[in-house]
């Protein structure tokens, strides 16, 4: 697991924090079943307060990537569960709002829009 | 109830007074204490270790008064501050000496490897350690005992950035197991910045403010612009306006009405910051 | 128990002091020798002063720092000046063993030196009596440092060491008037030795009352 938290950010610091774990769980870098370090020991690593991280991973917890589990500690949850596959949906949503407003800007229609989609997802199938 | 509470500390001098000073710090955490010299820091810390008795309010250590039981309540206190109050002629010898008499709590074997670990010489007389020296032997006399709180009063002031990096690891270690807590009253508010938990302000003798520090930092913008974009609305929004001839800096609060100016740079404060702009802004 | 830590600590705090208890007895016991009407007694008053220049370390080697050293043990509030006491207890007999011993030398070496009795009458009580004034000094001495919390540091110093000086000229005055002295034997002595140790209770008492108040 890497997490670096850069003071010059705009985000604070558990948002940091959280992201980086969310991104690396999201891409598989973190592999569901790992046990995360404790929300102490994870403050003492990288030299941050407890509330921090504590923050950090009451976001994670509560968007459905983690779960604390007696005995075990900090554990990240399986890929498969609900509440994270709203998150993965809802970043398709930001990005397509994204693609939709720029082809709006470049006065691309619907259509061309639709065919840009089918050419990319073929690329990438063809991966 | 949290491990140290402190309600309504008063105390009286010729030219200064404590007033109604009341915090909770829950077990496991850290909290800074900070501001100017003179704000009332030492005279808050005294009160809590009993150095100095307060004219009226009370102070529970994991419950306990000083009145009710004396012996176990200094017990619970490991203190640390900027200078030493080890007496001078006696040597580390005599010092493990006297912690292994009062303290039966205290690691011998303990204090001797970190005594190596950080080469404190063993037969000097105290007056002969280096303030780092003398700072490094009162942790090791904190750290090899049972305490409930360390309390530190300026300890890491006048140190090198590596010796307080060491330091404030191991008060990152001392807090791990989320039983003891930590009380760090300072001035070089770097030290806090990254691993305070909470940040008591304190100003001629009274509260600021005491908030996590997270919410703190959230809580405000450092925001710089051009002298031209400083309206008068502006001004008597922001906090503790520097002003300069090409620019002004200030505080902006982040839960303020009047949204910011895009025109204006923003960016997030330091704690350091933050504070010397609340206390322009007090003038 | 802790007032004998304190006393303890009070001993390691000074220790490197102490070579004074040896100094003293030897001046004393070369000035015996050499003058011709030497007095023992004088030379154990003389050793004794030093006991109560001693049992006075513990407070002046001590800043304002260190004693928030003391006050940090954890200990009932009162009981590190009872530790100061007995420590000042134990220097004035030391002193008092050592005087005796470097008299009791000279003896050996000057058999016409006595020291019991002089021209006749019997001082032995005399002995007892000297620790028991020095006692109260040494008493009145601590209680003065503890009732005192000067800010000015040299005042602190002169004031220490009056109680110490009149005991040095008291005594010497004393002793020309136990020219014409009945006996004194070691019954009064014993008699005179044990109130001054009830004085010195008391004035530990006092002190600790005091330093209780303070809410030490």
Request: glycine share 8%; aromatic share 8%.
């Amino acid at each position: 697991m890497k997490i670096i938290i850069r003071s010059q950010s705009e985000l604070p610091i558990y948002a940091q924090i959280a992201e980086q774990i969310r991104e690396q769980i999201l891409t598989g870098t973190i592999p569901e079943g790992a046990v995360l370090p404790s929300i102490r020991a994870l403050a003492r690593e990288i030299g941050v307060s407890v509330i921090t991280t504590t923050r950090a991973y009451g976001d994670l917890e509560k968007e459905g990537f983690i779960a604390a589990v007696q005995g075990t500690g900090t554990v990240v949850l399986s890929r498969d569960n609900e509440l994270l596959r709203e998150q993965y949906l809802k970043r398709v949503e930001d990005s397509l709002m994204d693609a939709i407003s720029t082809a709006r800007t470049a006065g691309l229609d619907k259509k061309e829009l639709f065919d840009v989609l089918e050419a990319l997802w073929a690329s990438e199938e063809e991966v | 109830m949290e491990l140290l509470e402190v309600r309504g500390i008063t105390k009286k001098y010729a030219k200064f007074t404590l007033r109604d000073i009341s915090f909770s710090l829950p077990a496991g955490y850290i909290m800074g204490y900070v501001g100017r010299n003179g704000a009332g820091k030492t005279t808050t810390l005294s009160a809590i270790t009993r150095l100095i008795r307060p004219d009226s309010g009370t102070v529970t250590i994991d419950g306990l008064r000083f009145e009710d039981d004396p012996i176990a309540y200094r017990d619970s206190i490991g203190y640390i501050g900027d200078s030493s109050y080890f007496p001078r002629r006696m040597t580390l010898r005599d010092i493990r000496t006297v912690l292994k008499d009062f303290y039966p709590s205290f690691d011998a074997a303990a204090f001797d490897a970190l005594a190596e670990k950080w080469e404190l010489p063993d037969k000097a007389q105290i007056q002969t350690y280096s303030r780092g020296m003398k700072v490094k032997l009162m942790f090791a006399a904190a750290l090899c005992r049972e305490t409930k709180i360390l309390i530190l009063d300026e300890a890491t002031t006048g140190l090198d950035p590596r010796v307080r990096r060491e330091i404030l690891k191991l008060l990152q270690d001392y807090i791990a197991d989320g039983k003891h807590s930590v009380l760090f009253s300072t001035h070089i508010m770097e030290d806090l910045q990254d691993i305070a938990d909470y940040i008591f302000f304190i100003e001629r003798g009274e509260k600021v403010f005491c908030e996590p520090k997270d919410d703190i930092l959230e809580s405000y913008l450092l925001v710089k612009g051009g002298p031209e974009e400083l309206t008068p609305e502006l001004e008597r929004l922001l906090i503790g306006v520097e002003k300069h001839d090409y620019g002004f800096q200030a505080l902006y609060p982040t839960d303020s009405a009047l949204a910011l100016p895009p025109a204006l740079s923003a960016e997030k404060p330091t704690i350091d910051q933050i504070v010397v702009h609340i206390l322009e802004g007090r003038e | 128990m802790r007032i004998l830590k304190f006393a303890h600590l009070d001993y390691l705090k000074t220790s490197r002091m102490n070579y004074m208890l040896l100094l003293f007895p030897i001046l004393a016991a070369v000035m015996l020798l050499a003058s011709a009407d030497g007095s023992a007694l004088f030379a154990v008053g003389y050793c004794l002063f030093a006991g109560i220049v001693l049992a006075a370390f513990p407070y002046n080697l001590t800043s304002e720092s260190e004693r928030g050293f003391l006050q940090m043990l954890p200990a009932r509030p009162g009981e590190a000046v009872l530790g100061h006491f007995l420590y000042g207890l134990c220097m004035v007999l030391a002193s008092f063993a050592v005087g005796m011993l470097a008299v009791v030398i000279c003896h050996l070496v000057q058999p016409a030196l006595t020291i019991l009795r002089v021209d006749g009458t019997d001082v032995s009580g005399l002995y007892l009596a000297l620790i028991g004034v020095a006692l109260l000094f040494t008493g009145l001495q601590s209680l003065l440092m503890t009732a005192l919390r000067l800010e000015n540091i040299h005042l602190v110093q002169i004031i220490r060491i009056v109680p110490a000086f009149v005991f040095f000229f008291g005594f010497n005055k004393g002793l020309d008037m136990t020219e014409a002295m009945p006996d004194f034997g070691i019954g009064p002595g014993l008699a005179a030795l044990g109130a001054c140790l009830g004085i010195y209770g008391l004035l530990a008492l006092i002190s600790r009352a005091i330093t209780i108040r303070r809410g030490e």
